[in-house]
């Protein structure tokens, strides 16, 4: 790149947006916009097929990644930073393909509390740690199950429960999700009672609840395809 781009380049400045966020208690962190660049890998992006799927959300939090200061921010902020960088980038009104109009604003407020959840819950012997996903566990977790495609193709639900769990002690051994091969996790999860599969099940359903109570206003619930990007 020639000095003369370089020096264009360091003249352009990034507008910032204040959004509220469910994990700091609606107080609002600092959001930088969209750039041609994101706006364009969203709407190239496609969701045909559970491998292109996880590449479109790791997208996103790449880019609330890049473009948020603050750190640790859990899956639950996602939507009001998406819905806030949509708005600034296109504005206020989102067109479906079936040709319905909404008011992103109008989501934007649905701003609440995130649900108290169990974090630990013990069955037997069996102790069991849960908690929300940071954006930046989320990310690392589907780049694992991109890049061991060959088994994670197959294990989509438990790809999905273990991105909630921590840890599984049992007695004095203690397994590290975050740490454990994919094959281990899905071998460690196999062997667990049935009555485990209901507690992750259920702490990750007050999670998906309160996510999707974010994205729905009037009883009506709206969705963020990669067409959500794309200029009315």
């Known amino acids: 790149m020639s000095s003369q781009v370089d020096s264009f380049l360091s003249q352009l400045q990034k507008e910032t947006i204040q959004v509220k966020v469910p994990s700091r208690d609606g107080a609002e962190i600092e959001v930088t916009e969209l750039t041609f660049q994101q706006q364009t890998q969203l709407l190239s992006s496609s969701l045909d097929g559970y491998e292109n799927t996880l590449k479109y959300i790791n997208l996103l939090n790449n880019i609330i990644l890049d473009n948020c200061k603050e750190t640790n921010l859990l ?9 806030s960088l949509r708005k600034q980038a296109i504005g206020s009104t989102y067109r479906t393909e ?3 109009e909404f008011d992103i604003q109008e989501y934007i407020n649905n701003l609440t509390a995130p649900p108290a959840t169990l974090d630990k819950v013990a069955i037997g012997n069996i102790s069991i740690e ?3 996903p940071t954006i930046s566990g989320e990310f690392t977790h589907i780049t694992r ?3 061991n495609s060959a088994i994670s193709m197959e294990n989509v639900i438990y790809n999905e429960y273990i991105k909630f769990i921590d840890t599984i002690k049992v007695g004095e051994h203690t397994m590290n999700f975050k740490q454990l091969k994919l094959q281990d996790c899905y071998s460690i999860l196999n062997a667990l009672p049935g009555k485990a599969h209901t507690v992750i099940a259920k702490f990750i359903g007050n999670i ?3 996510e999707s109570s974010l994205l729905t206003h009037n009883d009506i619930e709206i969705e963020i395809p990669p067409q959500f990007f794309a200029p009315i």
């Open 130 to 132: 849960l908690s929300c």
């Open 75 to 83: 899956i639950i902020d996602k939507i009001p930073i998406i819905l």
């Open 145 to 147: 199950c991109i890049n």
């Open 98 to 100: 079936d040709d319905e």
């Open 208 to 210: 998906t609840d309160f």
